[in-house]
């Protein structure tokens, strides 16, 4: 008897493809020239969105915010940071026995952590990270 191949394990290398169908093609590319990227990119940028339980409404908070990380602004990897943020949050008040965020508290949440970053990138742009408040200043 034949044994079943083996399937591969995915890679960041291997693309993933798909067909949109009209409908979702429509609303790519409705998002591609808000956003003003490739539909493409569109797609991967929902795609990471939705895996770190964001969603299109967060768009312009990660994009601010990846332009806080170094380097070159990257999407996904701010997505995935304000992921981890949140669930360091929701860890912490689980141990202290505190009820979870709600969805408002969360998005407040989100905009002290981008806003945060935003003020520390300035003062690292002026050479004047000594300034810089402290993210407990900024959530008060």
């Known amino acids: 008897m034949k044994s ?19 409908i979702l093609a429509d609303l790519l590319d409705s998002l591609a020239g808000e956003w003003e990227v490739s539909r493409n990119e569109v797609a991967k940028r929902l795609a990471a969105l939705a895996a770190c339980q964001l969603d299109c409404r967060h ?3 990660v994009q601010q915010f990846a332009g806080t990380l170094p380097g070159e602004p990257d999407f996904v990897t701010a997505c995935e940071r304000l992921l981890a943020e949140h ?29 945060f970053y935003v003020q520390q990138r300035q003062y690292v742009d002026v050479e004047e990270p000594e300034k810089a408040p402290r993210l407990r200043e900024v959530r008060k």
């Open 59 to 61: 768009a312009d908070l």
């Open 4 to 22: 079943k191949p083996q399937k591969s394990t995915p890679t960041a290398d291997v693309p993933i493809q798909y067909r949109p169908g009209p």
């Open 87 to 115: 669930l360091v949050t929701e860890r912490t008040r689980k141990s202290l026995k505190q009820p979870a965020i709600n969805e408002e508290a969360r998005q407040e949440q989100l905009r002290q952590i981008v806003n």
